[in-house]
């Protein structure tokens, strides 16, 4: 006999979805100014491979060392989410984040937001509510376009910043991933602390070995011994925690409330940035930021 859930227990579950989302937020929204450091003197792709695996390792006792799947089509599609979400992704951001400043990083993290329900929109019908969700759609767009180009048009009409461009298409990748994440659940078991810690290991190890080949894997022995404790950090918390909370929150409250609570990254993001590094927040960065987290929580509604 199937014991059925309470709506004191579907309360319950809906809370703990909603903390483990802000939770995922604050520690993501950190990493942008706290990877500024090791970028400094690290190659973006050994320092993603070493992210990666040690976030990956940290994971372990939460998957409970289980490396099993039950199908090849489970393998297939965490593969995929490998793909996109552990190796890809992670490389663009890195590299983008070398290029430009972390508060600016933060702001554009809400694209990977409009990416998910967009494409949540075409697989899953969790679709914006008619011309309201329009409207919303249009007010995220302008925000990004703000915050992309910072409207500077003395040389051309678009005028964009490669380093956020990067992070930009970093975003879609998540935003791919989130969506394949998603779809995995519907049809297997997997808990989130799995399919993080398999999708972290296998793309850490794979940059790892791509690093060797193109000769970047001296940046990783030369490694300073001061910058370790905040590498590992970074990694358990910023990437390895905020990944398994974020996770956590899809299983629990579904794509579109998770991207919805997901999209108060740019606010602790560009906080984080003025306390660290110094940098000021500006009213341009405060009306694109503002502008996206209105359209996110229309497009949000149900």
Known sequence: MTRQETPLGKSHRGYLGYLSVLLASALFGSVFSIAKVPLASID??????????????????????????????????VLMITVFGAAAAPLLLLYGLA?????????LT??????????SSVFFGEKPKGRMGLFAVVLVIIGLFMAT????????????????????????????????????????????AKLAMLKSLIGGFAMLALAIVVGKGGDIAAIPAD??????????AGFGG????????????????????????????????AMTLGESISLFQGIATGLIVFGIILVSRR
């Open 242 to 273: 905020a990944l398994l909370l974020f996770l956590e929150g899809i299983k629990r409250i579904g794509t579109i409330k998770t991207m919805s609570v997901f999209s108060t990254v740019p606010i602790f993001g560009i906080v984080v940035a």
């Open 110 to 119: 809400n694209g990977e937001v409009l990416f998910t329900i967009i494409l």
């Open 149 to 192: 180009t910072n409207l500077d048009f003395s040389e051309t009409v678009l005028q964009l910043n490669a380093g956020n461009i990067m992070i930009l298409a970093a975003m879609f990748l998540w935003a791919v991933d989130n969506n394949l994440s998603r779809k995995l659940t519907l049809f297997s078991d997997i808990s989130p």
């Open 44 to 77: 973006p792709l050994a320092l993603s491979a070493i992210i990666y695996i040690v976030s990956g390792l940290s994971l372990i006792p939460f998957a409970r060392a289980s490396f099993r799947l039950k199908s090849k089509k489970e393998w297939k599609y």
């Open 99 to 107: 290029q430009t400043e972390a508060s600016d990083a933060s702001i």
């Open 227 to 236: 910058l370790w404790p905040l590498i590992v950090g970074m990694s358990v």
